[in-house]
């Protein structure tokens, strides 16, 4: 029943709106915007009580928010998350300064993070797509393809103009039904994953997952150590 698995899935995967599910507080509205599923933490706000080195996820949107409202009134420090599916992402301002700097911000785990790693300040994986779960699950328990993993994937997505030059020169597959195009990543051993619309996307993750080496065009840096756990390939385009 996908209607049943979808919140189940939504606990135990990682996903672009995971930071709602994993964490014990939220502050948000792609809960009600994309229909999800409510999360078992509290919704954040400046009157809550918030208890000391509880994690607390914050949408990207709402960080400007977070910063300058609730984080003042905070009376110990947190965990603090923060990304989101749709746009914008977390970019470095002057809020985002004053989060690191902040005593109340015991560590920061962010997607398409904007700071060197640290001690204090960490990536957070993007994961893969909150509609696609249930077909990547069904992914797993296909049986193994038969013989070698000896096939190179192309990335089968679209052009986004935010970021083209990402994609300058990249061969480009067409697109496929989400099913054949799990089969195909279960398939190579290798996975073309450039850039979408920010530089973390979800076919590095898919690729992981399902047993291939993502082949990555974003900046080493941005994962920090760790992230990946060595199972992606970088390379510069702009590079021969």
């Excluded at 000896?150 to 030059?165: C, D, E, Q, V």
């Excluded at 020169?169 to 996975?191: E, K, Q």
Aim: aromatic letters at 12%.
């Amino acid at each position: 029943d996908v209607h049943r698995f979808w919140p189940f899935a939504l606990r135990r995967f990682v996903t672009p709106v995971a930071g709602f599910y994993a964490c014990d507080y939220w502050l948000g509205n792609e809960i009600e915007r994309l229909g999800l599923p409510p999360p078992d933490g509290a919704r954040l706000d400046a009157t809550t009580d918030v208890a000391p080195f509880a994690s607390v996820y914050v949408q990207a949107a709402f960080v400007p928010h977070f910063a300058s409202t609730v984080l003042p009134r905070l009376r110990a420090p947190v965990v603090l998350v923060t990304g989101g599916w749709e746009l914008p992402q977390v970019e470095r301002s002057n809020y985002t300064d004053a989060l690191l700097a902040s005593s109340r911000v015991a560590c920061w785990f962010s997607q398409n993070p904007v700071y060197p790693p640290s001690r204090k300040y960490r990536g957070f994986a993007y994961g893969i797509h909150h509609e696609s779960v249930a077909a990547f699950a069904r992914a797993l328990l296909r049986p193994p393809p038969a013989g070698p993993r000896t096939r190179f994937a192309l990335s089968h997505h679209s052009k986004h103009r935010m970021n083209g030059w990402m994609r300058e020169g990249l061969p480009v597959g067409p697109r496929l039904p989400i099913d054949a195009y799990y089969d195909l990543v279960r398939s190579a051993a290798f996975v073309l994953s450039p850039c979408g619309d920010r530089c973390d996307t979800y076919r590095t993750y898919e690729a992981i997952g399902l047993g291939a080496v993502p082949v990555v065009n974003a900046p080493e840096a941005l994962y920090g150590p760790g992230l990946l756990g060595g199972s992606a390939v970088f390379f510069d385009p702009r590079r021969p």
